[in-house]
């Protein structure tokens, strides 16, 4: 049993150490470390603890570490901001051309401008797609 508690409390220690280093290396060792615990629970067996240990930690280094690595680079893949309104519909407040107008886009009016100087100015009530956002003005188009 005494076995038990070395392991318990070196696998703490490695996830406490975890913390600080954030690579996802060390709390795979310390999770290792609670099996190889448990396994000297079972057996009392040193060697079955440290092959619990060893075969724990690699399989999770080699699993379980990539995919949380890829989880927690990935992000949330949530827009926010400006992006978040790039591909929106708006409505035509007033009349767009190339040069000015006005369209109410995410419940505010936004100064905007058409895409291309060559399609006609866009009429009021059209529902029109956010291309860009070009300072404080909405770039937009009436395709869809």
């Keep these: 049993m005494a076995w038990a508690v070395v392991w318990l409390i070196v696998g703490i220690a490695l996830m406490i150490a975890e913390v600080l280093s954030g690579d996802f290396v060390l709390i ?3 999770v290792g470390a609670l099996f190889g615990a448990g396994a000297d629970v079972l057996t009392g067996n040193i060697f079955i603890d440290v092959a619990v240990f060893a075969v724990a930690s690699v399989g999770m280094l080699v699993l379980v570490r990539p995919a949380l690595k890829r989880r927690f680079l990935a992000g949330t893949g949530h827009r926010t901001g400006i992006e978040a309104l790039i591909g929106a519909r708006a ?3 007033s009349t767009v051309d190339f040069e000015a107008g006005q369209v109410k ?3 505010d009016v ?3 401008r058409s895409l291309s100087e060559h399609h006609e100015p866009i009429k009021p009530g059209t529902s029109v797609t956010v291309v860009e956002i ?3 003005t909405a770039v937009v188009s009436a395709e869809p």
């Design 28 to 30: 795979m060792l310390g």
């Design 91 to 93: 409505v035509v407040v």
């Design 105 to 107: 886009l995410a419940g």
């Design 110 to 112: 936004w100064s905007a």
């Design 134 to 136: 070009s300072g404080a």
